[in-house]
């Protein structure tokens, strides 16, 4: 009896090691990319005191080519002037021109140096700006005001 189990208990070490390697799923075949063809968009200029960041949209608000002062290779305080505004405004068109666009309305928050030259930029590079609009917040009633001075 004792030989029978010392039999089992070898038949149970036995185990098969062999491991079923997983085949790997074939990929689906890539469809080509189709590029959109866009006629008319916007362009959101957004100036601070430290950078600009110009966005071109459909007229949906997708976002096809975006471009800023630091991403153009500015740094530190030379960001916020209008020849980084206008640098980034340009690198931002050239992406965008390859979707089509000719017609654009303009639209600008904030109250940087980067404004004028960014919208200077477009006119220059030959896309029709059908309109111009601000949205820069206006302060109702502003910050609290300091507590009053005792004497």
Known sequence: MAKEEDNNKEEAV???TTVATPEKPKAAPRRKKIKRQVSHGQVHILASFNNTIVSITDENGHVLAASSAGSCGFRGSKKGTAYAAQVAAEKALEAAKTFGISKVDVIVQGIGLGRESAIRTLSG???AIESIRDKTGIPH????PRKPKRN
């Open 14 to 16: 036995a185990i098969d």
């Open 125 to 127: 590079q030959k896309i």
């Open 141 to 144: 009633g502003g910050a609290r």
